[in-house]
């Protein structure tokens, strides 16, 4: 935590010097907002996944190995995940815990959930192909959320400032395209991605101002990153012994960046009190996969785990040959998922882009 709570200090000093009680709390340890609220895909799944009937799991090594207690979670990572890194920055000395997990009971609850479930997306068909959890029903879990904490404190003003000031962040859309659009003729066969992309942001704008109705005021969404860059896609949909990006699914990922950011811009005028940010995850991806050697990593192509081109879920397990013994130097942990070393790299990103939702 030491060197969490010096990237505080450091990004206090450049953006709040005119704040100094804000400074105080850092310093005492108390973080600076009340809770998180975690909403999405693999990108956020913390364990929920665990406890449901599906295949799409990583509650095994070597998943979590370099995770404290070395000891597989259910998050898609040898380690951290972004939002367990700004949990940190911002002073929680415990994650928000999986919903569906024994450790989400009673004042626990108080610093937030995580509803997110691996494999999910904005529409509820992507989650029903993998029988995951979606947002739908993540939404429907955070309204049982908000009943169990108003009962905790039993003070409406409490609970809802814990609502109100609580940041709810949401990943989605990568499972929408990888895992449903490019393998769903119903889709692809019928629909181009720019229209795909509007039935997933039409989706983003209800579950935005589904939130804002229950009292969320802080909302933070993650764009797409580089979808031709994972090296799945590069294995599954580039040319045959390529090691190139496969450049359309990039700029399917930016078509919907740009759709995304568009509507995002709308509901912050249209949503009162709303802090909405849109955090951008495709260009700091990019740059570590564009040259890698300047921000520590020597492999962006291939995943750590197996032979690092197609391995994600049950393909990345303890038998699988060839997985790295570091993942430090690796941008992909799986052919899918980042390492947690990229994972610090896209915290930091996130915080600086995020001002808005803790000031």
Not at 42 to 71: E, W
Not at 170 to 196: C, E, K
Not at 301 to 308: L, Q
Request: charged share 20%.
């Amino acid at each position: 935590m030491a060197s969490a709570r010096s990237l505080r200090r450091w990004f206090f000093s450049q953006f709040f010097p005119l704040i100094p009680f804000l400074f105080v709390a850092m310093v005492e340890g108390q973080a600076l907002v009340p809770a998180l609220m975690v909403f999405g895909d693999s990108a956020m799944d913390v364990g929920n996944n665990n406890h449901i009937l599906t295949l799409v799991k990583s509650n095994f090594p070597p998943y979590g190995r370099d995770f404290p207690g070395h000891r597989p979670t259910g998050r898609f990572c040898n380690g951290k995940l972004a939002v367990d890194l700004t949990a940190e920055t911002l002073g929680f000395e415990e994650y928000p815990a999986a919903y569906l997990g024994p450790e989400a009971r009673g004042r626990k609850l108080l610093i937030g959930a995580n509803f997110a479930s691996a494999s999910s997306g904005f529409l509820d068909s992507t989650a029903l192909l993998y029988q995951t959890i979606s947002l739908k029903r993540q939404l429907a879990y955070y309204k049982e959320y908000q009943w169990k904490v108003r009962r905790i404190t039993r003070n409406r003003t409490v609970s809802d400032a814990i609502f109100s000031e609580g940041i709810h962040l949401l990943s989605a859309g990568s499972s929408d395209f990888i895992q449903n659009y490019y393998v769903n003729p119903v889709y692809n066969l019928f629909h181009t991605p720019s229209q795909f992309s509007d039935y997933l942001v039409n989706s983003f704008v209800s579950f935005v101002k589904e939130l804002h109705s229950l009292g969320a005021r802080r909302i933070g969404a993650v764009s797409l990153p580089p979808l031709g860059c994972l090296p799945a896609s590069i294995t599954l949909y580039g040319p045959s012994g390529s090691s190139d990006c496969v450049q359309r699914l990039n700029e399917d990922a930016l078509t919907f960046n740009r759709k995304l950011s568009l509507a995002a811009r709308v509901l912050r005028k249209r949503l009162p009190r709303l802090k909405l940010v849109i955090f951008d995850i495709y260009k700091p991806i990019m740059d570590l996969i564009k040259n890698p050697s300047a921000n520590g990593f020597y492999e962006a192509r291939r995943g750590c785990c197996g032979t690092g081109t197609v391995e994600t879920s049950l393909l990345c397990n303890s038998k699988s040959p060839g997985t790295c013994r570091n993942a430090t130097s690796y941008v992909f942990w799986d052919s899918f998922h980042p390492t947690e070393a990229t994972n610090r790299v896209l915290s930091d990103s996130l915080l600086e882009q995020g001002i808005d939702l803790i000031s």
